[in-house]
């Protein structure tokens, strides 16, 4: 399994841009993508962003395409999630997860990721 811990929520206003990282340690080898889920309060898990693992393939979300940026670092053990213009509504619990995808289609879907981090909160007032 992947150990995943998430950092760098917190509290902005509308406009405003916060950086999330994904930190993974353990078993990565059985995984070949990194995503950013998020979840807010009555609302269903949804899929933000995707990145594989060899840094080929970023997926996004139509809602965030063009304000949020995912990306791995050189050592590809940790994923970032760059949100910039952020607005009210994506104040949500965002959630870095690990899987195997075999059809990129699926990047979005939750049950496709074994390995979950804890969650970092994202608040962003108006």
């Known amino acids: 399994q992947v150990q995943l811990v998430e950092s760098g929520g917190g509290s902005v206003q509308a406009g405003g841009s916060l950086r999330l990282s994904c930190a993974a340690s353990?078993?990565?080898?059985?995984?070949?993508?990194i995503g950013w889920f998020r979840q807010a309060p009555g609302k269903e898990r949804e899929g933000v962003a995707a990145i594989s693992l060899g840094g080929a393939y970023t997926l996004y979300a139509g809602s965030v395409q063009g304000r949020f940026t995912i990306s791995l670092d050189n050592a590809k053990n940790t994923a970032s999630l760059q949100m910039n213009s952020l607005k009210p509504e994506d104040t949500a619990m965002y959630y870095c997860?690990?899987?195997?995808?075999?059809?990129?289609?699926?990047?979005?879907?939750?049950?496709?990721?074994?390995?979950w981090g804890q969650g970092t909160q994202v608040t962003v007032s108006s």
């Open positions: 997860a690990a899987g195997f995808l075999r059809y990129g289609g699926q990047w979005s879907a939750a049950d496709m990721y074994d390995d």
């Open positions: 353990g078993y990565t080898l059985g995984r070949n993508y």
